[in-house]
């Protein structure tokens, strides 16, 4: 899917985006060995990187590969452990208010992609590895944040960043530490 996308990403510009993702593909084949749910949360690193990728260049995370990675990586996942639906689901609708509330608030702290992809992130990572998973990804996703604010403020550099990035890696980070 990384590679699909020619028109958005010049020559040679892909390679980091195809290097990432596949080095983030065997650190979570590593990790979780062969569990029902790897190829299905490999398709969900792909989608993750393109939408890095995306938000890093452009600001903007399309609705239409959020929505894949939510109903691609979602469903699968729900069939594979429907005892955790109704928790992902709990845990999707807290974390988008929440991040709702953050971008209403005034100064633009987050855009309304950033909101999406947080709840569909918080239903995956919750179908995938339970709340206590959630609550990781958020916190080293705000971690990254924070670091990436005093940075760009100490340089003086523009004040707006993509916030997608450091979401992708929160949730990445909470699948790898899931116990």
């Not at 958005?8 to 062969?34: D, H, K, V």
């Not at 590969?65 to 999707?92: D, H």
């Amino acid at each position: 899917m990384i590679l699909a996308v020619p028109a958005l990403f010049p020559a040679g510009r892909c390679f980091a985006g195809a290097l990432s993702a596949l080095l983030a593909a065997g650190l979570l084949a590593a990790r979780l060995g062969a569990v029902p749910q790897l190829p299905v949360l490999l398709l969900g690193v792909e989608t993750g990187v393109l939408l890095a990728v995306i938000d890093l260049r452009t600001l903007r995370l399309p609705d239409p590969l959020v929505g894949t990675l939510a109903a691609g990586v979602g469903v699968p996942l729900a069939l594979l452990a429907p005892a955790r639906i109704g928790p992902a689901l709990l845990a999707a609708v807290l974390t988008g208010a929440g991040y709702l509330l953050i971008a209403v608030l005034p100064g633009h702290g987050l855009g309304f992609g950033d909101v999406k992809l947080a709840a569909v992130l918080a239903l995956l990572v919750s179908l995938a590895a339970g709340w206590p998973a959630v609550l990781t990804g958020v916190l080293v996703a705000h971690l990254i944040g924070a670091g990436v604010a005093v940075v760009l403020l100490a340089t003086r550099r523009r004040r707006i960043f993509p916030f997608g990035p450091a979401l992708l890696i929160g949730a990445f980070a909470a699948l790898l530490t899931a116990a």
